[in-house]
């Protein structure tokens, strides 16, 4: 051997796998632990269980698939089936084209549009879809304003809000951000010498962008197509408002209300939407699994964004002001509907009011409180349980904890109206304790039915927030005399006060859209929440300007949620990238 | 002002299959500045973390003031820790943060205040307490750092690589003050660096770690002077490291073979030594270089090369010189005008067999 001439000075790097924050599990984690634990049961899994059992058994109480050939048997079922299936599919596809050039454009390029692009990605998320459905049938509808418009100058009509086609444009419209943002995230998470080292070696143009750029970007283009998937085949509202009952989740909603809560067919209807909901969630996990390219280096930049050319500008104004035309469409609708006296036949209302509005206030305050009451209580529920897991899972090292954010993930996989249905079946004649009020007639369990629902969101904003609170700010705390209870409450929770509260918004502004949960728990006109009634006023001609004025009121409530919720998550960044920057 | 030892006792601890630190002993005196070197991955930081309480070992003891702490959690240790990346609160004024220990300690408001302000004037930041961290430069933030851990009077005061996130000026101020700062306060101190001349300049006594194992315990020049091993002989200061056999023992000395090199006549050793392999450790400071027609000494062993590469380094010069199929590192102390020898010229390298170490481990 040689003589070896060994000279220390080896960087600096934490060797060891940094441990979690503790040395062992107290009795509070534990504590934690069961609570949530027994919450998730209680209201999520048994609930969704029961459906699913119900599903599977006979009169008798013996095992069957009976109720499945019995539904595949019945020619409206088969054709409903495949209605959502289309439907969902087709949705996802248009979602796709009009969100990833638009994606494209924001990443790739400098120009104007980029801000123009963003507020395209909230826009149609901050109104409900039902409600926007009402809109664009007097927009783009058999007699709306642009057919009306058509009609007169070309003599000819474009039929796009009819049953499935319609019910189809109306969820492309709506569910597109879901594709937009999470392919903007990915793309912008993309290292700049990806994109460089493979023009180096002669990529250019458009084989660029399929072989390198989209690739790298897939984890987050499948997110956002499996969110639209789900969302759009477990869908109510919007079939019910568009007069579409040959899809499954109006199937299912009109068994359960028409037939009743024992009618199996409504279970196997619910068990076929769950089924497909995980697996197209499950599909997307798994094409993604070892492919969460987060590629940024650090001291990388991101993409390189160059200038459009005169064409390329016209073709990507043109786009960008189509689809920003689309979907303001429901807004301004709304917006008219809300004020219009009449509006029938005609390109614009023909005469303008402000009664609605009045109409709202006096007769639908109740509506407002009780949206106000539900969603704060379950925004607020929501925070505390994704705050709790959250810590449970990264900061102990508890043996089960993964079970906690699965457990609450699968939510995302549960339609409300199967929620809903499952709390019917599991608290039929149970009464609240020491009273002899039904369960099933108490809004309290409207409210968890939406706390149950949000989770997954509110789970999500935690966990970023806790991540990006370094392990050693809360060992400091500890080390200087705080008990594991105190340092959270003085310093990790403080730290993720941003997160927190954005979590908290996007929960309340969520649930107070909710409708195919709503539809079914609320048991009095008392309990009606917002979403409720607007659907209600939207059922007769004569109550639409209401119900529009409703929706407007929605609408904005939800668009100053997003708002703030973006600020406290900006906000959030700066104070934690400060601790960022002390701990690299 | 608090002094406490601190003693492991036979400690080891591993993440799953993996064993990080294996039988840890090791004991610390009240009052000293104790210095854990070693290179990532070695262990040190884990030990030092295992002492605050944030790592559990599985086996051993842990004693502070002959009082073993094994599962005592670590807000109840009343051991102070500063975190590599400081770990301040960025919610915080620089005086909260300051203050955190002693608001959880129920402190009275005046007592609060007055420590607190001492403990910010004792690291210069009097000026700076209605800061946030963020305000402050990478120097201040660990000031405060050290602040917020002394406020608290603990019985050890843990630093994790205490300058590595500071540019190399301020490093070597910080190191002066991190000292003048433990002999004010008389705290018994460790801290981790894999800087061995951070750890030589500033620590009392050392310990060396690799790979999970403690190697060696001792003052700078000790480990310096005297390794007990290959790992320590070339992780403290830069050593010439040569493999070979103890072939004979006598009372006049013993004979060496060196790996593709060939027998070397040594003085007997210190300790009784048998044969069996070894290696031969010899500093480069202590390896002279001469030009091959220059007289050379009898005192000294020779040995005919050639210049491979030189580097100049200003108070020396340093040479890599072949011989046979080793390469042997020579310093040669500089004086202005004093040619080097250039690259491929034949030398003769001296070796003092006194100065020579054998390791057998």
């Not at chain 2, 993996?18 to 854990?36: M, Q, S």
């Amino acid at each position: 051997m040689t003589a070896s001439t060994v000279s220390p000075g080896s960087p600096a790097s934490p060797g060891t796998p940094r441990a979690l924050a503790g040395p062992r599990i107290g009795l509070g984690a534990w504590l934690a632990f069961g609570l949530i634990l027994a919450f998730l049961l209680l209201f999520l899994i048994v609930p969704v269980g029961t459906v699913i059992y119900t599903a599977f058994v006979n009169e008798t109480g013996s095992l069957t698939v009976g109720h499945f050939a019995n539904f595949f048997g019945q020619l409206v079922f088969r054709e409903s089936f495949f209605n959502s299936l289309g439907v969902a599919l087709a949705s996802t596809l248009f979602a796709s084209i009009i969100a990833v050039p638009l994606a494209y454009l924001t990443v790739r390029f400098e120009f104007r549009g980029a801000v123009l692009i963003q507020t395209l990605g909230v826009l149609p998320l901050i109104m409900p879809p039902f409600v926007g459905a009402v809109a664009l049938q007097l927009i783009f509808g058999r007699s709306g304003s642009v057919n009306l418009l058509l009609d007169d100058w070309l003599g000819f009509t474009i039929p796009i809000m009819d049953g499935l086609v319609g019910v189809t444009f109306v969820e492309s419209i709506h569910y597109f951000p879901f594709i937009l943002l999470n392919l903007v995230a990915a793309m912008r998470n993309i290292d700049g010498a990806m994109e460089e080292s493979a023009l180096n070696l002669g990529a250019r143009g458009w084989r660029l962008f399929r072989r390198v750029i989209f690739p790298l970007a897939m984890p987050g283009y499948l997110a956002g197509a499996a969110l639209v998937f789900v969302k759009v085949f477990d869908d109510l509202g919007t079939p019910l408002v568009m007069g579409v009952t040959n899809m499954l989740a109006p199937q299912a909603y009109l068994r359960i209300t028409s037939v009743g809560v024992d009618d199996p067919l409504g279970y196997v209807i619910s068990v076929i939407m769950i089924g497909f909901s995980i697996l197209a969630l499950w599909l997307a996990a798994r094409v993604m699994k070892g492919r969460d390219y987060a590629t940024l280096q650090k001291g990388g930049g991101a993409l390189q964004k160059r200038r459009l050319s005169a064409w390329e500008s016209v073709l990507a104004y043109g786009w960008i002001a189509l689809v920003l035309a689309v979907t303001l469409a429901p807004h301004v609708g709304i917006l008219l509907m809300s004020f219009a006296q009449v509006w029938s036949f005609s390109v614009l209302p023909d005469a303008y009011t402000l009664a609605h509005y009045a109409t709202v206030f006096g007769d639908a305050s109740g509506m407002i409180g009780n949206t106000l009451l539900y969603c704060v209580l379950a925004a607020g529920l929501d925070v505390v349980l994704g705050t709790a897991i959250a810590y449970l899972i990264l900061r102990t090292r508890l043996p089960a904890r993964q079970w906690l954010d699965w457990l609450a993930s699968a939510a995302l996989a549960i339609p409300g109206l199967v929620l809903a249905i499952g709390y019917l079946r599991l608290f039929k004649g149970v009464h609240v304790p020491f009273t002899d009020k039904l369960v099933i007639h108490s809004w309290v369990l409207i409210m968890l039915a939406y706390a149950v629902r949000r989770l997954p969101y509110a789970l999500r904003s935690c966990m970023a927030a806790l991540q990006q609170v370094h392990v050693s700010l809360e060992e400091a705390a500890q080390s200087l005399g705080a008990s594991r209870l105190s340092s959270i409450r003085r310093v990790v929770v403080p730290l993720m006060a941003g997160g927190i509260l954005a979590g908290f918004v996007t929960s309340f502004i969520t649930a107070a859209v909710e409708l195919s949960a709503t539809l079914l728990l609320v048991s009095t006109e008392s309990q009606a929440p917002m979403s409720l009634g607007i659907y209600l006023y939207m059922q007769s001609i004569a109550g639409r300007g209401p119900g529009a004025a409703l929706g407007v009121l929605a609408v904005v409530v939800v668009g100053l949620g997003t708002y703030f919720s973006h600020r406290f998550v900006e906000r959030s960044r700066v104070t934690t990238s400060t601790s960022t920057k002390a701990g690299a | 002002m608090n002094k406490a030892s601190l003693e492991c006792r036979h400690i080891s601890l591993s993440y799953g299959s993996t064993p990080v630190l294996r039988d840890i002993n090791l004991k610390i005196e009240p009052g000293e500045f104790f210095a854990l070197l070693g290179p990532s991955g070695s262990g040190k930081s884990t030990l030092l973390r295992l002492i605050a309480g944030f790592n559990q070992h599985q086996r051993g003891e842990l004693l502070v003031d002959g009082q073993d702490i094994s599962g005592v959690p670590p807000h109840l240790r009343q051991i102070g820790m500063v975190f590599q990346n400081y770990a301040l609160w960025p919610h915080m004024t620089v005086w909260d943060n300051v203050a955190f220990g002693l608001v959880e300690r129920r402190e009275s408001r005046d007592a609060i205040g007055g420590k607190v302000g001492a403990a910010l004037d004792l690291v210069g930041l009097g000026d700076y307490a209605r800061r946030r961290p963020a305000q402050l430069s990478g120097g201040q933030q660990q000031r405060v750092a050290l602040a917020r851990t002394i406020v608290i009077e603990p019985k050890l005061l843990l630093l994790d690589e205490p300058l590595s996130n500071l540019d190399k000026n301020l490093r070597v101020q910080m190191r002066e003050e991190l000292k003048n700062l433990q002999r004010t306060l008389g705290l018994t101190t460790i801290f981790v660096t894999h800087d061995q001349e951070e750890a030589m300049t500033t620590a009392d006594r050392m310990a060396v770690l690799d790979q999970g194992i403690l190697q060696q315990v001792g003052s700078a020049a000790e480990l310096y002077d005297y390794p007990q091993n290959r790992f320590v002989a070339g992780f403290v200061g830069t050593a010439n490291l040569l493999d070979g056999q103890v072939t004979a023992v006598d009372a006049g000395g013993l004979d060496f073979e060196v790996h593709r090199l060939g027998a070397l006549r040594l003085p007997p050793p210190a300790e009784p030594l048998a044969s069996g392999a070894a290696t031969l450790a010899l500093r480069p400071h202590q390896v002279s270089i001469v030009a091959p027609q220059d007289a050379t000494d009898a005192l000294r062993l020779w040995l005919d090369g050639q210049v491979e590469s030189a580097e100049f380094l200003g108070e020396f010069s340093r040479y890599r010189v072949r011989v046979g199929e080793l390469a042997l590192l020579s310093d040669q102390p500089h004086f202005a005008g004093v040619p080097l020898f250039a690259p491929g010229a034949p030398v003769r390298l001296g070796i003092d067999p006194r100065q020579l170490r054998l390791l057998t481990a």
